[in-house]
């Protein structure tokens, strides 16, 4: 069973710093693209960064020059640098994984989401 462990989320003030990791463990044969995803109360989830396997990247324009999304193919974990962090970034966020879990199949991997709270 493939499982995306998050860590790394709590509460910060505005313009403070957080970074948040998620691990893929399980049957794993390779991961594509991995990234975050954010949703805030109220609000629909939203692409925030993703990366693939070979390094390239994908933001949200309102998260560009403030978060860094890198990745570590051994230890088949992304990660995410948030920097400058606003009110407006509070939202739960999810670990994302497409990956080939069995040998004819490419599935996409959600974690359980972990809390960001920007605030004074």
């Known amino acids: 069973q493939v499982q995306l462990v998050e860590s790394g989320g709590g509460l910060v003030q505005p313009g403070g710093s957080l970074r948040l990791s998620c691990a893929a463990s399980?049957?794993?044969?390779?991961?594509?693209?991995m990234g975050w995803f954010r949703q805030a109360p109220g609000k629909q989830r939203e692409l925030v960064a993703v990366i693939t396997s070979g390094g390239s990247t994908n933001y949200a324009d309102s998260v560009k020059g403030r978060f860094t999304i890198s990745r570590d193919n051994a230890k088949n974990t992304v990660y995410l640098q948030m920097n400058s962090l606003k009110p407006e970034d509070t939202a739960v966020y999810y670990c994302?994984?497409?990956?080939?879990?069995?040998?004819?199949?490419?599935?996409?991997?959600w974690g359980q989401g972990t809390q960001v709270t920007v605030s004074s």
């Open positions: 399980g049957n794993i044969f390779g991961i594509y693209n």
């Open positions: 994302y994984a497409r990956l080939r879990a069995t040998i004819t199949a490419v599935d996409d991997y």
